[in-house]
């Protein structure tokens, strides 16, 4: 695994003592999108790894039922 900027890491360590994404980015002056981010691509929590999967899986297939219902499938 590659080593973490200094930003990423200060979102990581918040996180680890228990701050919620909200809370380090107020802390950081940054985005709660990107504290979220930097949190999923870094967490190591299968059951975050398990939701995340799920979360594209149904994405995918909510696309290909559009995809479908406008004829542009093959």
Same mark, same amino acid.
């Not at 228990?18 to 059951?47: E, V």
């Given at each position: 695994?590659?080593?973490?900027?200094?930003?990423?890491?200060?979102?990581?360590?918040?996180?680890?003592?228990?701050?919620?994404?909200?809370?380090?980015?107020?802390?950081?002056?940054?985005?709660?999108? =990107?504290? /979220?981010? &930097?949190?999923?691509?870094?967490?190591?929590?299968? !059951?975050?790894? %398990?939701? =995340?999967? /799920?979360? &594209?899986?149904?994405?995918?297939?909510?696309?290909? !039922?559009?995809? %479908?219902?406008?004829?542009?499938?093959?």
């Amino acid at each position: 695994m590659s080593r973490l900027t200094p930003g990423e890491q200060a979102v990581m360590s918040r996180f680890e003592l228990g701050y919620s994404a909200s809370d380090i980015a107020c802390d950081l002056d940054i985005s709660t999108a =990107r504290a /979220a981010a &930097i949190i999923s691509t870094y967490d190591d929590n299968p !059951a975050h790894d %398990r939701h =995340r999967e /799920a979360l &594209i899986k149904r994405g995918s297939q909510r696309l290909l !039922a559009r995809l %479908r219902k406008a004829g542009g499938h093959r």
